[in-house]
């Protein structure tokens, strides 16, 4: 495994396992095949409704002692739907509870909009919340590093303008973002925004997340080849003797970026890690980075929340 440097201090993982759409009984077996493949960092959220899962198989790895806290790179969100200061620590503690862990190693603001909760947990019956206070909510944060819930802080889905306010008026510095990145989204504007802010970009959907577009409706709004079925990347994975997954992969690492596949195949756990042996040639660079289709390429636009163009903070393009 390769790691990258936290402003904070610490250090990240650059593959992870990404756990959204995931839960219960397959998560749980999942997940310890992804730890047993040598996996420690891993990728959860309030909104994904399965911390708890996850902090059963962490649980029963520590106290065996087949895996050390120490050794571990834990991240969570904070849901839009607890977006707001007063409900931050509140929310924090749950998700430690549910962990079964005394801190995570980073913390992210899921998305930089808030809403507010319908009578029922459907994301579409949440009402947008306008009074949105970015500079409220981030001074919170803060606080979770300095009582120790939290080691390190940062952000989900923000933009450049966002992130800059935040920049402008902390105290800690975000140490990580978390954007929809791959080969058709590839963003290098931002990310080398972050560069030169020393915040690490962590990379989601980097393979097309094509299940969990057609369970949410989503999907690039470019009529775009399944990334995995893309000729670059296929004639790529033969030069190289890998899977086009794995190709893509080493493309966004390569760049610097930390990725967070999710997949519930114990061979593709296996095969998503095996990134370092190999690395690609300048020539195979340019021809993937030429795959880039901009806002055309994006899957997640966060639409499940009704309305959510009209939020002052919608991070995204509104119309493609």
Request: with cysteine.
């Amino acid at each position: 495994m390769k790691y990258l440097k936290l402003s904070s201090g610490g250090s990240m993982p650059m593959v992870g396992y990404g756990t959204w759409q995931a839960l219960d009984n397959v998560l749980e077996t999942a997940l310890n095949e992804a730890l047993k493949c040598g996996y420690r960092h891993i990728d959860t959220a309030t909104a994904y409704q399965n911390e708890h899962v996850i902090g059963k198989v962490l649980n029963e790895w520590i106290t065996s002692g087949k895996v050390t806290r120490d050794e571990l790179f834990i991240v969570t969100k904070l849901p839009p739907y607890k977006n707001r200061p007063e409900d931050l620590e509140e929310c924090l503690k749950k998700s430690l509870k549910d962990l079964q862990l005394d801190y995570v190693d980073m913390y992210l603001v899921h998305t930089p909009f808030s809403v507010i909760p319908g009578e029922t947990a459907d994301l579409g019956n949440m009402k947008i919340d306008v009074s949105t206070d970015h500079l409220a909510i981030w001074e919170m944060m803060e606080k979770q590093v300095t009582d120790g819930r939290a080691k390190a802080i940062g952000l989900s889905n923000f933009n450049i303008r966002q992130i800059q306010r935040v920049l402008d008026n902390c105290k800690i510095k975000p140490d990580n973002l978390q954007i929809e990145n791959h080969l058709y989204l590839q963003q290098p504007e931002l990310i080398e925004f972050c560069k030169s802010n020393d915040i690490v970009v962590t990379a989601y959907s980097c393979l097309g997340a094509k299940g969990g577009r057609e369970l949410m409706g989503m999907n690039w709004t470019k009529d775009l080849p399944e990334m995995m079925e893309n000729e670059v990347v296929l004639n790529i994975a033969e030069k190289h003797g890998k899977t086009p997954a794995q190709v893509l992969l080493r493309f966004i690492v390569q760049k610097g970026i930390v990725v967070i596949p999710k997949s519930t195949n114990p061979q593709r756990l296996a095969l998503n890690i095996e990134i370092f042996d190999f690395e690609l040639d300048e020539q195979d660079m340019e021809a993937m980075i030429g795959q880039d289709a901009g806002e055309g390429g994006r899957i997640i636009r966060l639409l499940f929340f009704t309305g959510i163009t009209d939020h002052p903070e919608y991070p995204f393009e509104k119309s493609v």
